[in-house]
């Protein structure tokens, strides 16, 4: 299911929504995968498949709603559109809340829907690619000694080597010595680096 | 002659002695000139036998020099009878050693036959060494029959057997001959035995297995009764059957058979046994497929049934719908049926649009998406068909209905949200009124939808001032009426025009489709429906807001 290009899944129990959906999501070269019921879509869904998803709010057995929860609760990020008909606007509002990335209202414009859907997936990519970057970063600092690991956060923290020194009972010497391991071990080249790439990884979602 | 005394008194005696001696000397001479006629006839005729005799008779000497050459089959080997006589064998035949070994081997005193081969012809030869007196062996007679034909036929019958062995150990199938008893015992068996059950022709013909050993249990009482009830009419047999192999897994064979009779008497039965296995399997996957198609084609009817089920479903849900929501969450829930084809349409339109932007589609992609365009379009027709059947279909069902009751139901469902908006009900309903000839619940949707529009219409004005008149009364002779007024804002008199249009709508949100079904419903019933525009400046500031009204005729009334 994952090639590395991204998908947009499309989940609508009418077979006429999903089929045209797709239709029109593929008219700008995206690749479309269509499903009947969100219990098809979480049954072969791959986590590691780049995209997003397109959603009926309205469908038998699992709701949009409920399918859009489940996937926060496997804490699977992909970027989720709602549709909705007429009347379900008090519930896509909802659905925003929980962190769902648009909802449009049928029927759509479709330059609406297929700008959000490159967004959503735009979206995807950046967050993949951060988990990838925070997976590095996380990875690079199991490399670090614990005291060189006390270095990193004092110097995250702003600390001069001077007070590092004080902080850790250590000369400074031997805090400077540390600290170039620390910027050697991580692949920050200055300071400012490696505090954007510990703080930015936090940062990030 | 002197010592013949001749007695003359005897002379006669003696003369008749010696006539008879001399007659008896010329038979005895007869005889033997008969004899030896005989001798020479009877020689004539055996070298004339001889010589027509496809043998040859030969004899000869110690050194080896023929002495005696007769017979037909010289003329095998070109020679005349008697041509070789006087020659030494070993200068004729230098190039045959059989020739001089034979010989010898005579020449030490043994008969015995054996075969040589002498220009290109056979010959049977039998040597009988000739002995003397003494008991030395003086020569050799011998008698060499030709049997090039005998050989040649023999040969023939050899390759043709060869051949007809090579066939059936080559076909692909059993070939066997075996008795017709309970072990079906073998008396021939091609190699194939072993290529399709395991056991080679040997286990068969020792009898250390028989077929009956094999015949699967279920099969083996049609396989005897088969066969014995083909032979018994004189008939071949052709049977199918399991057989249990070597390795222990079952195949199908079948068998074409018959009896070999001796006279009227059935000696053997033989015939052609084969796997058909993989036939057999492969029918069954044919069947299985067949049976599969139709299980699909069970499946894909079902598949039609729940749809159409899913279909009337819908229908009824659109027919309940109509019947317990007001006629405005009837639109509502219309709206979203109607958006799932528009909104596909769309989808259809549009994707096709960007492709033909970018000179990306094929005429016949084209069509299929205008085919599907126009399914959808007639889905929503459908969806429209459905309502407008409902509510015109059923005019007037026969059920006759007093005013005054429809709005007392119609109240009770709208109870609460009269309670929670502190709307005052301000009723004044004509007693005994006519009954008007009209489907209660349809009427009760229009009066409901009324109500409501009437308390949103009031969410505007403080609690206190909400109020909802209602009233009935007599409208002329052949109808009734209803009046409902609220204490809202009121439609202007241009609002008021287009009130009953469909999707015009004052409210936010609002579809405009419930004043439209509600006149539908009204007119269906011979009734009208109409609002009148809030007056300008109304003196009354209590009921400023809009006016409806309903008439419905009544039963019996004028037409």
């Not at chain 2, 005019?395 to 007093?402: N, S, V, W």
């Not at chain 2, 011979?526 to 009544?554: C, K, M, Y």
Request: proline share 5%.
């Amino acid at each position: 299911m994952s090639d590395g290009h991204p998908t947009v899944f499309v989940v609508d129990d009418d077979p006429a929504m999903r089929e045209s959906i797709c239709w029109l999501i593929e008219s700008i070269g995206l690749k479309a995968k269509a499903f009947p019921s969100a219990a098809a879509f979480l049954g072969e869904y791959d986590p590691a498949a780049p995209g997003c998803l397109v959603l009926d709010i309205r469908m038998p057995n699992m709701s949009g709603m409920e399918l859009h929860a489940r996937l926060l609760e496997k804490k699977i990020p992909l970027p989720v559109l709602i549709i909705t008909g007429h009347g379900d606007v008090p519930m896509a509002v909802r659905a925003m809340k929980n962190g769902a990335f648009e909802f449009l209202e049928k029927p759509f414009n479709d330059q609406a829907l297929l700008e959000r859907i490159q967004q959503a997936i735009e979206l995807d990519a950046r967050r993949r690619q951060s988990s990838q970057r925070h997976a590095d970063v996380q990875r690079r600092r199991q490399t670090l000694t614990p005291r060189e690991r006390q270095v990193l956060d004092l110097v995250v923290n702003g600390r001069l080597n001077k007070q590092i020194a004080v902080d850790l009972d250590l000369s400074e010497k031997t805090v400077e010595t540390h600290r170039s391991n620390v910027m050697r071990k991580m692949g920050a080249a200055t300071v400012v680096e490696l505090v954007r790439m510990v703080l930015g990884n936090e940062g990030e979602s | 002659m002197s010592a013949f005394h001749y007695n003359t008194a005897n002379l006669p005696d003696d003369l008749a002695l010696l006539r008879g001696r001399v007659a008896d000397l010329e038979r005895a001479e007869a005889e033997r000139r008969q004899a030896e006629a005989a001798l020479r006839e009877s020689r004539a005729r055996l070298r004339t036998v001889i010589s027509h005799t496809p043998i040859i008779l030969f004899a000869i000497d110690r050194e080896g020099i023929i002495t005696l050459s007769e017979g037909k089959a010289l003329d095998v080997l070109n020679l005349k009878p008697g041509e070789v006589v006087g020659r030494s064998v070993f200068e004729i035949y230098p190039d045959v050693p059989q020739v001089a070994e034979s010989l010898r081997r005579a020449l030490r005193g043994e008969a015995f036959s054996s075969q040589i081969e002498l220009a290109g012809a056979a010959f049977e030869t039998r040597l009988t060494p000739l002995r003397d007196e003494a008991g030395e062996v003086s020569g050799v007679i011998g008698v060499a029959t030709d049997i090039t034909d005998r050989l040649r036929a023999e040969r023939d019958l050899r390759a043709s057997e060869e051949k007809f062995r090579l066939l059936a150990e080559n076909v692909p199938g059993i070939i066997y001959l075996c008795r017709n008893d309970a072990r079906y015992t073998m008396r021939y068996l091609n190699d194939e035995v072993e290529r399709v059950t395991g056991y080679s022709p040997r286990e068969f013909l020792e009898d250390r297995i028989s077929f009956a050993d094999l015949f699967h249990p279920d099969d083996a009482p049609a396989v005897y009764r088969g066969v014995n009830e083909a032979v018994s009419r004189g008939e071949p047999f052709h049977l199918i059957y399991r057989i249990r192999c070597k390795d222990g897994h079952l195949i199908w064979v079948e068998e074409f058979g018959v009896g070999v009779y001796r006279g009227d008497e059935l000696a053997f039965l033989e015939g052609y046994i084969t796997d058909i296995t993989q036939r057999v399997a492969d029918q069954k996957a044919l069947e299985e497929s067949k049976a599969d198609l139709e299980k699909r084609v069970v499946e894909r009817t079902e598949h039609l049934r729940v749809v159409n089920d899913r279909a009337l479903r819908m229908q009824e849900e659109l027919a309940h719908v109509l019947r317990v929501a007001t006629v405005g969450e009837m639109a509502s829930g219309l709206a979203h049926e109607l958006n799932q084809p528009l909104s596909a349409i769309l989808n259809y339109i549009q994707g096709a649009k960007r492709r033909i932007d970018a000179g990306a589609i094929l005429q016949a992609e084209l069509l299929g998406v205008f085919d599907k365009v126009a399914a959808q379009a007639e889905r929503a027709a459908n969806i429209l068909k459905t309502v407008r059947q409902y509510i015109t279909k059923r005019p007037a069902c026969g059920t006759c209905c007093d005013l005054n009751s429809v709005v007392r139901d119609s109240l009770e469902l709208a109870e609460t949200d009269i309670r929670e908006n502190g709307v005052r009900l301000d009723l004044s309903l004509e007693p005994d009124l006519p009954e008007s000839h009209c489907d209660h619940v349809q009427v009760e949707q229009v009066v409901l939808n009324l109500v409501r529009n009437g308390i949103q219409a009031m969410e505007s004005v403080p609690p206190e001032e909400r109020v909802l008149r209602i009233a009935t009364r007599r409208h002329g002779e052949g109808a009734v009426e209803l009046v409902i007024q609220d204490t809202g804002p009121g439609l202007t008199v241009e609002q008021s025009g287009r009130a009953f249009e469909p999707f015009h709508s004052t409210k936010e949100g609002g579809l405009g489709m419930g004043l439209s079904i509600s006149r539908s419903i009204i007119e269906a019933h011979e009734g009208r429906i109409w609002v009148a525009p809030r007056a300008p400046q109304s003196p009354v500031p209590a009921f400023g807001g809009a006016e409806f009204h309903l008439t419905l005729p009544v039963k019996g009334g004028e037409q």
